[in-house]
């Protein structure tokens, strides 16, 4: 992680939503994700976008800049589900001069689902900026009491997630320098299909042998033998509570202004 994207991430996570506990954070956004799925109404899921991408620009310390660039992929998603509903659902032809045929119903049903995606990607986007791996995992044990064989598993696999994007560089930029050395007509400064394939094999073996060596520290730090205590821990106060209550309240509010 270069400079500037760790500065960004600490002040996501020194923010107000940064500061809440992540169990709740957790419980919150596959309760809203969920909520979003029940819905089909436009004007609700629009209301509810609308809130969240507010309440995370005022709580969670994200430019809009930013949060618009990383809502990119999920509404090049939602817009390939528009497509496919338009074109493939039964309705009403809206322009039958065209050599396929789009239908009213499906748009409007593409669009509900383009807008679920997007709640759940805003709702994802701001969970990953304010959230510490580190703390989430402890606050799984003490709170979710999820047990800390899968807990510190899945904060190991995260920090292996994250060399990833290096050791991809430093692979293909290894490809480059041995290009460099090869006969002039086969030199370049991209790599190509068969070279990104070795690249991706290559990366793939260093993962697995590192997830090799993970596991068996793991178990040779005695992860799975009897309770353990923690430095630190994260505690669940009452702000967290009235966080939840305000989510919950502003989701009901949200479910009756749309459908009046």
């Known amino acids: 992680m270069n400079g500037a994207a760790a500065s960004r991430a600490l002040a996501g996570r020194d923010s107000w939503l940064g500061q809440r506990c992540p169990t709740v954070l957790l419980a919150l ?9 029940l819905i089909l109404d436009i004007r609700t899921l629009g209301i509810l976008y609308g809130a969240l991408v507010v309440g995370v620009l005022a709580t969670a ?9 990383a809502q990119i992929p999920f ?7 528009v497509m496919v509903n ?10 039958p001069h065209l050599p396929v045929r789009v239908s009213a119903e499906g748009i409007a049903i593409g669009i509900a689902l383009a ?19 580190k703390r989430l995992m402890m606050s799984l044990i003490r709170h979710a009491h999820v047990s800390p064989c899968y807990a510190y598993a899945l904060l190991a696999g ?10 991809w560089r430093t692979l293909a930029q290894a490809r480059l320098i041995r290009r460099a050395n090869a006969p002039r007509g086969k030199q370049g400064r991209r790599l190509t299909l068969r070279e990104h394939a070795s690249c991706a094999f290559a990366l793939l073996v260093g993962a697995i042998r590192s997830s090799e060596r993970i596991a068996f520290t793991l178990e040779s730090r005695g992860l799975a033998q009897g309770p353990r205590t923690m430095w630190k821990p994260v505690t669940c106060t009452w702000r967290d509570g009235a966080m ?17």
């Open 29 to 37: 956004l596959v309760l809203v994700s969920a909520v979003s799925v």
């Open 61 to 69: 310390r994200i430019g809009v800049r930013r949060l618009l660039l």
């Open 75 to 81: 509404a090049g998603f939602g817009l390939g589900v």
């Open 86 to 95: 338009a074109l493939s659902r039964p309705g009403t032809e809206l322009w």
């Open 115 to 133: 807008l679920r995606t997007l709640v759940i990607g805003v709702g994802a986007v701001a969970f990953t900026h304010v959230t510490e791996p």
């Open 158 to 167: 995260h920090r292996l997630l994250d060399t990833l994007p290096a050791q």
């Open 244 to 260: 939840a209550v305000a989510v919950l309240g502003a989701m009901a509010a949200v479910v009756v202004l749309g459908r009046g």
